[in-house]
Structure formats: structure tokens, C-alpha cells
């Protein structure tokens, strides 16, 4: 497995993490981790900070 499957992988399991959350900031902070997984898959550099409570 190279690196772009590995993300792509763990975007789909942060979207399954966001539809299994209760709690509105789980959510969130799921969505924006694949959003991030999705900009690596994709070949972009991606600064990997904190996700900030929405």
C-alpha cells in the first residue's frame, strides 16, 4: 500500500467516524481530518496542525 491508498483509507474511515458521532465537535473534527487525508491522497502538502473545536 503507498501513502495516497493509506490516506484514502483514512478519509473514508474519518467519514465513518463523522456519521457514527453524536457530538457535533466530534463530527467536525472527523470531516476536517478527511478533508486533510483527501488534500494528501491528492498530492497536495498539507500543514498538520490541531483541529480546532467548532
Same mark, same amino acid.
Given at each position: 500500500?503507498?501513502? =495516497?491508498?493509506?490516506?484514502?483509507?483514512? %478519509?473514508? +474511515?474519518?467519514?465513518? /467516524? *463523522?456519521?457514527?458521532? #453524536?457530538?457535533?465537535?466530534? =463530527?467536525?473534527?472527523?470531516?476536517?481530518? %478527511?478533508? +486533510?487525508?483527501?488534500? /494528501? *491522497?491528492?498530492?497536495? #502538502?498539507?500543514?498538520?496542525?490541531?483541529?480546532?473545536?467548532?
Amino acid at each position: 500500500m503507498d501513502d =495516497r491508498d493509506y490516506y484514502r483509507e483514512r %478519509a473514508a +474511515r474519518s467519514r465513518e /467516524l *463523522a456519521q457514527a458521532s #453524536k457530538d457535533a465537535s466530534a =463530527r467536525h473534527a472527523h470531516l476536517t481530518l %478527511a478533508e +486533510r487525508y483527501d488534500r /494528501l *491522497a491528492s498530492g497536495e #502538502k498539507v500543514e498538520l496542525t490541531i483541529v480546532e473545536r467548532g
